[in-house]
């Protein structure tokens, strides 16, 4: 933690400061400049993470040095984190292809998409069985019942489910049906089903919030791992900009930046950051391009009668066009599909 | 609802998309423009809207028509909601000051803090119990024991209490010891938790996600209303942009424009929004000249011990003296405090 | 200038680092702390603004101490800066109403105008003669014919006229013709305009561009006081947001922040910060609640014909009630209209 | 032009908008819905884009439906500009690459780079001899005499050179020097910059502003063709966003949408978009992933002693591994380089 005092501090501003700080039990070290005193302050600044220090009295600014998580980070584990999901390894030199409809509607439409997505390469099923909806008169999901298709459609292909739970309360039926958990992007920060799903060792998708910097996407799969879990996976589905003519922008640039930072596998959801299924393609291969791990991708097959989100869904036959070439950047890449 | 065709697009196209129409109980009527067909809805256009028309063949864009809510709107209700709080009228002439400590942290102090905010004026005390943090390291509140601190202040003040809930499963706590509920920004898109506290008629302190628009939260609000509660307040405190000196941006704009669209009473917080104590008058000043029903406004007795949040807290004395310049902006706007 | 090293940073990486900090005649202060060594910069790091610090290597991240400008700050001149326009003194106790319409568009309408606000208590009037549109095929603006009118307006009003400059080549007609110098949000970073009106002693509204934040802001007007030119005025208008409700967030935080760090006199303008006349109102009461030294507010007679922004320009009648309650505001925060 | 007017409206608020539509030459379709009368405007609506209709009584909102561009849309030309600069052809099959220092410095540096950029595959020289600098006290460019550098750089290596032109008075040194004249982000919409270079046939580097949305990136385009000069390449160079671990949000799901809408070709700036060195080569293969005509990057054979841009400079070396990598995406997508 780096302190910078005003020009106008005085000596025994300094003072008061440097004492708060040995009863916290840390060490100061103070250098005076031509224009500024500056105080280092030297042991595990995370201590001072609750201290508003900025309201002492000649105290102009106060920079941490270590950053505020600690299991997620590169630092504390150098390897990549690989997840293991019924033997769908996650996080590996092979990309991950997640695909399904948006939200699970009818039982033989999700098995059918199931069996399509699977021929086409894709290995986790995905599909929303509550949804989280911004009006309250829109389709909330079939709960329960959507959970039930789901573990059909695994019977029927063998493939692992993600779907979004909503509510701490739903946690059972999740442990029980879902072989990934998902946590949307509007509870990135419901710290209280954070603490939740922490507790069990069942693999989280956590997305990254609408206006979440990487750094708070990272707090809040430290919450997780904090409480034991260590099996999360990092998405990015695109953040909300001044730019409209797209649902979202996608930022590919926390990719690298996330890998960098930490062992965690990165997924990418180009079709709820895009909203546009023409745009889908592009943004799919260039995921993968920027060192995505894996991508969730919403296919269905008749987007005219999705009951969500149908804007943003590709036919089967598109999403088998798509695999082929997904497999040819992932070789460019050194990765496989 | 009004759909505008590609120049590209063919006859049936246009037809396919009016069948479509008809099928869900609409009329469609097509003009032919020069450049452009265009394809009017008429009809109730909420019918539409988990109808993904965009992707029909040869459709270009989709323009709703109508507002997607209906219960928060100055159309369904022209006069203004006045919520009775234990007496106190919040959204009349009369402008409502929310004070306290960010976090309930200690019996004597939040009890101490209470009877100086009642003196200077305010008429509810704020605290939080439980406390959404970025940080799992952070301090989170007390609890269920940060709720009994707020009924003994409220006790010895008389003052009712607004806590936040972070959990649907507290709202037995909260509708036993709370007089106000609020969803704090993280959780205005928790749409379970909106479900819950829509299910009762204990008034409820709506603030507006860090990147929510004016509409979602009017949406959000409309979750609550759909279910019975009309005792909801909405909050403006500040939004996340790309500027970095304050905490947030302050979109003071919203005012007028939630009082315009919604019956419904507005609040505003200055102290979370800037995050600094120096700019919260100033703030709070513009928010009353730009007709906000009431504030929320952070008051710690020792800022520099305090546990969560002190590098916005004001000390009860400037509070004073605060409350002193608000009543003069107050009166010039017509208002009383 | 703080330098933090990597955990994994070599010394004769720190020896590297603070050898090219000698070269530049600084001292380097070295303190190895539990999990990184940091580098304290002694003397004035602005010599280091150019110097890429952390492409060296082992360097984790450079906080800079000191702010980049000097000129503008409190620091360099703790009073307010006074400007005189003609008599019209901008940054003192007394509030200066800047009205007009967007953009002169006929000589009689222009002078029309001029009276008006002037009787209804405006100082200076406002009037875009060359016009920044987003659109080639929008009406451009009258170039020097609307500034001739603007001559003419205040030959017979009195009145000091601000008109904004596109180009650099008109500075001519500009130091002729106007009293003030506007540099719009669009070439808030147009340097070289920067550097030509810093070269005169016009005074200047410079207005904060569409995404600048307040340092950037900051800084351009430091371009021009560098030059020689002292009479510079900041303006807020408004940032790009995510919200789209309004044509822009006016961001009145800024207001305070910008009075703390800087002497040079805040206008405010609400008109294009709205874009809609009904918000205008509510948010020049709240500017000048919040602090602004003035207001630059849209009036036009006849806004269904306006060439320009008709739909954020309020009738002369409407801003002469405006003026009442703004007056009302100014004394309830111990300032004059 | 799609016309909502409020419930309230009267039928004599309906017939003022309609005589005023006429008045215009237009043709007004009134359709009255069961909430809402809706006016549908046929027609050029582009002659309205001037009108402020919203002010008009009884109007809610206002929709265009035609874009408000013409020469730079799909719809006007079909195929994909392709622009030859002295035979380097970009927009066709072969994707172009631009590289160098971001500010020429010196003369043999500027010809270092270059020789070296231009064994490693590069096409065209990029280096920046007028700079725009957030500050006045940064290094500003060698001005004619780093234009002329980079001219003996192209004698001696036969690549053209781009290069950024700050201020219209220059045109002439650029007309003569020049291969590409480049539009920084700051000038987007400097007016009457773009008017300048719009009446040559000089090819243009358009780069998108800092907070520009795409449809603004096509008019300011739109202002050079009007002007007869259709050599623009349009610049995707990362947005201002909340987002601050990088410098910018590189946009690339602008790419495949600015290459839907529109025909001119799509070059992106890894470099500047992410400021760091190390998220350059992901970001420039997703680039190409995504679509893109051309990169450009910047290389810098000493970044710590670079006058500009140190931190996101690659060295020569790293630049001719990346061309290796890039040349197996670009196959990949059907592409070259």
Redesign the interface.
């Known amino acids: 933690m780096?302190i910078?005092m005003k020009?106008e501090a005085a000596d025994h501003d300094v003072d008061h400061l440097v004492e708060?700080l040995r009863e916290l039990g840390l060490k100061a070290?103070v250098?005076k400049?031509?224009?500024?005193t500056?105080v280092?302050v030297?042991?595990?600044d995370?201590l001072l993470?609750?201290?508003?220090l900025?309201?002492?009295p000649g105290v102009e600014s106060v920079?941490p040095?270590?950053a505020?998580?600690k299991l997620v980070s590169r630092?504390f584990q150098k390897h990549d984190t690989v997840i293991d999901v019924n033997g769908v390894k996650i996080g590996g030199k092979k990309i991950t292809i997640m695909a399904g409809p948006c939200a699970v509607e009818k039982l033989e439409l999700t098995v059918g998409i199931a069996k399509e997505v699977s021929a086409a390469g894709a290995s986790i099923l995905r599909g929303g069985a509550y949804k989280?909806?911004?009006?309250?008169?829109?389709?909330?999901g079939l709960g329960q019942e959507g959970l039930d298709y789901l573990v059909e459609a695994r019977k029927q292909t063998g493939m692992p489910v993600v779907s979004e739970i909503?509510?701490?309360?739903d946690i059972g039926h999740f442990l029980e049906k879902a072989d990934i958990i998902q946590i949307g992007a509007?509870?990135m920060?419901?710290?209280?089903l954070l603490k939740e799903v922490g507790d069990y060792d069942k693999p989280v998708l956590l997305k990254r919030?609408?206006?979440a910097?990487?750094?708070?996407l990272l707090?809040s799969a430290?919450?997780i791992l904090?409480?034991g879990n260590r099996n999360v996976m990092l998405c990015e589905r695109g953040?909300?900009?001044?730019?409209?003519?797209?649902r979202n922008?996608?930022?590919?640039?926390?990719?690298?930046?996330l890998k960098?930072m930490s062992h965690l596998p990165v997924i990418v959801d180009p079709s709820h950051?895009?909203g546009k299924?023409?745009?889908v393609a592009?943004?799919a291969?260039?995921?993968?391009?920027?060192?995505a791990d894996g991508l969730l991708i919403e296919v269905h097959s008749d987007?005219?009668f999705?009951?969500?989100?149908?804007?943003e869904?590709i036919k089967p036959s598109r999403f088998k066009d798509l695999m082929a070439?997904l497999k040819?950047?992932a070789?460019?890449?050194d990765r496989e599909l």
């Open positions: 780096i910078v020009p708060r070290q250098t400049g031509e224009e500024r500056v280092g030297i042991g595990d995370r993470h609750d201290q508003p900025s309201v002492f920079t040095i270590l505020p998580w630092e989280p909806r911004t009006s309250p008169y829109s389709f909330q909503l509510d701490a309360r509007r509870n920060q419901n710290f209280e919030g609408l206006s910097t990487v750094k708070e707090l430290e919450y904090s409480r953040i909300r900009t001044y730019e409209t003519l797209y922008t996608l930022d590919l640039t926390a990719v690298p930046a960098e950051a895009t299924w023409n745009l592009p943004m291969k260039a995921a993968i391009a920027a060192g987007p005219e999705a009951l969500c989100d149908g804007e869904s070439n040819k950047v070789e460019a890449v």
